[in-house]
C-alpha cells in the first residue's frame, strides 16, 4: 500500500515515466509473490524477485517499508498541503496535474472543495469532469473480477456485431476481444477494464477497415 500510496503522489504531480514505471512494475511483482521474508531483503535478491526496470533505489524503498513500517519521502510528502490536495483532486476522471494546479490557485483543495465550486461556477471544468464528480465515490471502487468479465463479455458481443456488419464475409469470431492489464494479470479485483480487440484482417494491413470499424 505504501509503494501504491508513493505512486500517486508522483502520479498527481505529473512524474515522467523514468520515475513511475519502475514503480508500477515493482507493484505489479509483488503482488504476484508470496510475503516476503527477510531472507529476501538483501539487495542482491530483491534484483533477482523484481523487474530490471526497478533500480536500487526502487529496492531500497522497500527494506524501508519493511524495517520501518513507512517511508521517509511519504511522511515529507503527506506534510505538504499542495501536493495533498493534488493527489486528491487528480482523482477526479479529467482533473490532470496542470487543472489540479489551477484549481489549487483558486482555493479548491479537495473533491468536496471541486463540487462547490461547479455547483457555483458549471464552466470551471469540462462537462465530462461535472458528470463524474456526481458519481466519483462509485469510480473509485474496484470491480470485481466477474463484473470485469461480464464487461469484457457485452463489448465483445457489440464489437462482433460491428464486425460482422463491416466485414460480411469474415467471420466474426476471428474478432480477437481480451481483457488485458490487471484482469489478465489476475487480479481479484480492477480499477477499470482495458479491452483489446484484434482482428487478422486489420494485421493484414487493412487500416482503413480498422479505422471504420472503430467508428
Same mark, same amino acid.
Given at each position: 500500500?505504501?509503494?501504491?500510496?508513493?505512486?500517486?503522489?508522483?502520479?498527481?504531480?505529473?512524474?515522467?515515466?523514468?520515475?513511475?514505471?519502475?514503480?508500477?512494475?515493482?507493484?505489479?511483482?509483488?503482488?504476484?509473490?508470496?510475503?516476503?521474508?527477510?531472507?529476501?531483503?538483501?539487495?542482491?535478491?530483491?534484483?533477482?524477485l523484481l523487474p530490471k526496470a526497478c533500480q536500487a533505489n526502487t529496492r531500497a524503498k522497500i527494506v524501508e517499508i519493511?524495517?520501518?513500517? #513507512? !517511508?521517509?519521502?511519504? /511522511?515529507?510528502? +503527506?506534510? %505538504?498541503?499542495?501536493?495533498?490536495?493534488?493527489?486528491?483532486?487528480?482523482? =477526479?476522471?479529467?482533473?490532470?496535474?496542470?487543472?489540479?494546479?489551477?484549481?489549487?490557485?483558486?482555493?479548491?483543495?479537495?473533491?468536496? #472543495? !471541486?463540487?462547490?465550486? /461547479?455547483?457555483? +461556477?458549471? %464552466?470551471?471544468?469540462?462537462?465530462?469532469?461535472?458528470?463524474?464528480?456526481? =458519481?466519483?465515490?462509485?469510480?473509485?471502487?474496484?470491480?470485481?473480477?466477474?463484473?470485469?468479465?461480464?464487461?469484457?463479455?457485452?463489448?465483445?458481443?457489440?464489437?462482433?456485431?460491428?464486425?460482422?456488419?463491416?466485414?460480411?464475409?469474415?467471420?466474426?469470431?476471428a474478432l480477437s476481444v481480451e481483457a488485458s492489464g490487471s484482469f489478465r494479470r489476475g487480479a481479484a479485483t480492477c480499477?477499470?477494464?482495458?479491452?483489446?480487440?484484434?482482428?487478422p484482417v486489420w494485421r493484414d494491413g487493412d487500416s482503413d477497415g480498422a479505422r471504420r470499424a472503430s467508428d
Open positions: 500500500a505504501k509503494l501504491e500510496e508513493l505512486l500517486a503522489f508522483y502520479e498527481a504531480d505529473g512524474e515522467s515515466n523514468f520515475r513511475t514505471m519502475p514503480l508500477k512494475k515493482a507493484i505489479s511483482r509483488l503482488a504476484t509473490l508470496p510475503a516476503l521474508a527477510e531472507g529476501d531483503l538483501d539487495d542482491a535478491s530483491l534484483a533477482a519493511f524495517e520501518t513500517g #513507512d !517511508l521517509e519521502r511519504l /511522511v515529507e510528502f +503527506r506534510g %505538504n498541503p499542495d501536493k495533498r490536495a493534488r493527489k486528491e483532486l487528480t482523482t =477526479v476522471f479529467g482533473v490532470q496535474t496542470a487543472t489540479a494546479n489551477q484549481l489549487i490557485q483558486q482555493g479548491v483543495r479537495s473533491v468536496a #472543495d !471541486l463540487r462547490a465550486a /461547479v455547483a457555483a +461556477r458549471p %464552466n470551471l471544468v469540462p462537462a465530462r469532469t461535472v458528470a463524474a464528480l456526481a =458519481v466519483h465515490e462509485d469510480l473509485q471502487t474496484r470491480m470485481p473480477r466477474a463484473e470485469c468479465a461480464r464487461i469484457r463479455d457485452e463489448i465483445a458481443q457489440k464489437a462482433r456485431a460491428i464486425f460482422a456488419r463491416r466485414y460480411p464475409r469474415a467471420d466474426p469470431f480499477g477499470d477494464v482495458d479491452v483489446l480487440v484484434t482482428a
